[in-house]
């Protein structure tokens, strides 16, 4: 079981960006691929970017060039900043790992 906690949401013009932090407990960070999902309000949930245990990366096309997913495995935390933002992006984002999810951290993203 692997509890994850994301912070680093809040409310950001367009153009702005901000950094999301996931930090997990548990065993075998290193060893597990992370990713980030998000939802918005009435939509369904997507991922925007994941990153494998050796470090290889994928994103929506809707985050590439714009979002960076990494990974510190010494604290345990993955990051995702997020560059040149969009009222689009507003949306609850999530960090997940196999089936444990986190509880999600609003971020705005106003015009």
């Known amino acids: 079981q692997v509890q994850l906690v994301e912070s680093g949401g809040g409310l950001v013009q367009a153009g702005g960006s901000l950094r999301l932090s996931c930090a997990a407990s548990?065993?075998?960070?290193?060893?597990?691929?992370m990713a980030w999902y998000r939802q918005a309000p009435g939509k369904q949930r997507e991922m925007v970017a994941r990153i494998t245990s050796r470090g290889s990366t994928n994103y929506a096309d809707s985050a590439k060039g714009r979002f960076t997913i990494s990974r510190d495995n010494a604290k345990n935390t993955v990051y995702l900043q997020m560059n040149s933002l969009k009222p689009e992006d507003t949306a609850v984002y999530y960090c997940a790992t196999e089936s444990n999810w986190g509880q999600g951290t609003q971020v705005t993203v106003s015009s």
């Open positions: 548990g065993s075998f960070f290193s060893l597990r691929d």
